[in-house]
């Protein structure tokens, strides 16, 4: 039998294949509970294997040393390139593919064709007839045009009833007048429209006879298709840097009166007739398709984004020594420290959860989906709540996480040469992007309070709320149990969430009562509400884990997942569990007992930590972190690293004879007078 961590090479760093020869498991069959399948594992690393094979698909040079025009011009390059061996490379109908393809190329930084792939094109699949798909989406999954989605404004992304832009229906030329009137309704923000970009899919508020029937998707050509210039009537251009995603020319957008056919509004759910006749379609929120779709997909970005961080952060951990534990022995690997194993293994368990909550939410999505070709529209509302909380809890648990992974590099964390801060920067993005944090998880909440009113009125609910009206527990049994057994657990995290999601609605309900108007009492309430909806979410979590750990077969795979299910369960109740105490179900001995088991839980782990990670099987050239090398071998190559910074070019800059060396001379004539 060969080694059960399959990163294993000669001449790695002994620290680090010291790290791999304790694997209790076998990480390539972990890769497959990852992503979902055996086949999918074996085919990231094909891939990998593949790319590797291509001179023109290397970056040029590490990321962190380009300017952005460089930036964008690399991606640009290597699209091209792409281009080329796509169909050699993957199976262009696999998403899965696709993206590990991207971010082993490109990276996470951007590149022309992201938008065109994660909206544009589902935008079209979801809400053109097949009329406009013969006109557009085939030439777009040819790449024969390119496109994006552009919703948000430089007013309002949140609040889309407030859209400013215009599509007035002129009834006598069957068109519809696209119009930015005020500085606030350009387009801003959209990914790939400043330059890429020569289609979008313009979100605009529908007129018609001066009734507003709210945001519509219409159809924008926004260059010629030769030139690349700018057609007339439309104004385009890059918004300038941001604090990650810098490949990407993030656009803004002006239209001025632009006519476009009747025809370029999508309308397979919804239409406007030639005579002005409005057909609604079979859900208001169809049309906000395209968001669900980045929505359902988030948690496995954000699972990935924090595994990477997470990878460089515990292979470093395993290399680097500094200070002693027992002074008579060699300097520790930092790894042996429980504030560090503290710092990272739960969330190493996150990124685990991330994962398998994604599948589930994938899977709803794509029923969901299937659903929606049909008119049938019952599951949208369960899906908007259930990835509105998702997105937000899992972005901004992602956030801690990657933080943490930096810190816990120590200085050369804060380097680029680590590149977890590049992954902060894109990862946080998340928060924003696709509905602020604070508003989806508004969403969601609206969605628990309905759930609640219904359990208050004696009717059963049911599904993902199901738990608001199944017996409960006045007092925790978590220590009671056996071991191994994470129901009274689950029961734990049910109650917490069920108590909050109670009291805000119990909060809001007096405030009614009082007779103060339902929006103002919503905002008066809007802290509890948002914490209902986070308690509810990392429930869901914790039940997608458990589940997953439950249907594993194999032994090894089991036991290891087991132990990470283990500690999530321990950390995030312990992260919660001032409601708890608030109300008696939990108890202070109680308390002691899951901090003991967390602390036990951390010893479990320490063997594997570095398997764990590497069953990710991220390669050096997507990680493009020189602290999260595969062969550990980080110092030399950190002194490589810095040979590209073009300071070194010279060894006396310009900048010396020019400001230092005066600065310097006249402090020295002035100390000699
Ligand atoms: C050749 C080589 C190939 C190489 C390969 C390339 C491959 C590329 C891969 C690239 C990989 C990665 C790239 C990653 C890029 C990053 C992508 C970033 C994308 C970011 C894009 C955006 O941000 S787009 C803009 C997003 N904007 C938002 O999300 C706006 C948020 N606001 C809203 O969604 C809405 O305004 C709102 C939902 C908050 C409110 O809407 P509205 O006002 O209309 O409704 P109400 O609040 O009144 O609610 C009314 C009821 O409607 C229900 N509702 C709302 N939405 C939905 C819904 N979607 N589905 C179902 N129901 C919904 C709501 O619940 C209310 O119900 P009731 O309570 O019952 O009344
Ligand atoms: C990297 C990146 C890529 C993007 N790509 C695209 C793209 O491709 N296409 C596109 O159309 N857009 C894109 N966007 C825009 C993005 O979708 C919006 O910025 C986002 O939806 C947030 O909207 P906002 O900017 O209006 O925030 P605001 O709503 O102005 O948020 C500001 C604050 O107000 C609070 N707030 C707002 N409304 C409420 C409320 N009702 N209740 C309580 N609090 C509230 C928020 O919580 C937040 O704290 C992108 C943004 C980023 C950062």
Not at 204 to 230: C, W
Not at 603 to 626: C, T
Request: neutral net charge.
């Amino acid at each position: 039998m060969g080694n059960l961590n399959k990163e294993i090479r000669d001449g790695d760093h002994p620290d680090i294949t010291e790290e791999r020869l304790k694997s209790t498991f076998d990480t390539h069959k972990m890769a497959a509970q990852i992503y979902n399948s055996q086949r999918a594992a074996d085919r990231r690393n094909e891939i990998t294997s593949a790319v590797l094979k291509i001179p023109e698909l290397q970056d040029i040079k590490p990321l962190p040393f380009l300017s952005r025009e460089e930036k964008v011009e690399e991606a640009a390059r290597k699209i091209g390139i792409l281009s080329e061996h796509l169909y050699d490379l993957v199976n262009v109908n696999d998403g899965a593919e696709l993206y590990h393809l991207n971010n082993v190329v490109i990276g996470g930084e951007g590149n022309p064709l992201a938008l065109h792939g994660v909206m544009f094109i589902p935008v079209l699949q979801a809400q053109a007839t097949d009329e406009q798909k013969k006109k557009w989406l085939y030439r777009a999954m040819k790449r024969e045009i390119i496109g994006t989605y552009a919703q948000t404004e430089m007013g309002h992304g949140s609040n889309l009833r407030k859209l400013e832009t215009t599509a007035t229906y002129d009834k006598a030329t069957e068109e519809f007048v696209l119009n930015s009137p005020t500085t606030t309704s350009m387009k801003w923000w959209p990914g790939n429209l400043g330059k890429s970009t020569n289609y979008a899919v313009v979100v605009a508020t529908l007129i018609i006879n001066e009734k507003d029937y709210g945001p519509h998707s219409f159809m924008v050509q926004l260059r010629d298709e030769n030139t690349h210039k700018p057609l007339p009537n439309i104004e385009v251009g890059d918004i300038g840097p941001k604090m990650a995603y810098n490949a990407t020319d993030n656009g803004f957008l002006k239209l001025n009166h632009l006519r476009i056919p009747r025809t370029n509004m999508l309308m397979k759910h919804v239409k406007v007739e030639k005579d002005g006749t409005y057909i609604k379609p079979p859900h208001a929120k169809m049309s906000y398709s395209a968001m669900v779709h980045v929505r359902a997909h988030m948690n496995n970005t954000m699972a990935y984004f924090l595994a990477s961080s997470l990878t460089i952060a515990v292979r470093y951990s395993s290399i680097r020594r500094q200070g002693h534990i027992n002074p008579k022995e060699p300097e520790v690997k930092v790894l042996e420290y429980q504030t560090q194993q503290h710092r990272l293994f739960p969330h190493i368990a996150r990124a685990y959860a991330f994962s398998f909550a994604g599948a589930e939410t994938v899977r709803l999505y794509e029923k969901v989906k299937k659903d929606m070709e049909s008119g049938e529209t019952e599951l949208m509302a369960d899906l908007h709540a259930l990835t509105s909380g998702l997105k937000s809890v899992v972005t901004y648990l992602t956030m801690q996480g990657i933080e943490q992974a930096r810190q816990s590099c120590g200085g050369h964390g804060y380097s680029m040469a680590s590149y977890i801060s590049e992954i902060y920067g894109i990862a946080i993005g998340g928060c924003t992007y696709e509905g602020e944090n604070m508003v989806m998880l508004l969403q969601l909440a609206r969605y628990l309070m309905k759930a609640a009113k219904a359990v208050k009125e004696g009717k059963k609910v049911e599904g993902l709320v199901g738990y608001l009206s199944a017996p409960d527990n006045r007092h925790s049994l978590i220590d009671r149990t056996p071991e191994k057994s994470y129901d009274t657990y689950l029961k734990t995290f049910e109650h917490i969430a069920r108590q909050q999601i109670f009291r805000a609605f119990d909060k809001l309900e007096k405030m009614l009562t009082s007779g103060l108007p339902h929006s103002e009492a919503w905002n008066k309430c809007s802290v509890e509400l948002t914490r209902a909806s986070r308690l509810h979410t990392r429930l869901f979590i914790a039940q997608a884990f458990a589940r997953r750990v439950h249907d594993v077969v194999d032994f090894h795979i089991k036991e290891a997942l087991d132990d990470l299910l283990h500690l999530h369960l321990n950390y995030e109740l312990l992260d919660v569990a001032s409601y708890a105490l608030e109300d008696g179900h939990l108890c202070g001995e109680q308390m002691n007992f899951i901090r003991s088991e967390l602390y036990r839980s951390l010893g479990k782990i320490r063997p594997n930590a570095v398997s764990y990670v590497d069953a990710w099987e991220l390669s050096d050239m997507e990680l493009r972190s020189v602290l999260g090398r595969r062969d550990g071998h980080v110092y030399e190559n950190l002194y490589k690293w810095a040979q590209n910074s073009s300071l070194n070019r010279t060894d006396v800059l310009p900048v010396f004879e020019k400001y230092l060396k005066p600065l310097m001379m006249s402090a020295r004539k002035n100390s000699k007078l």
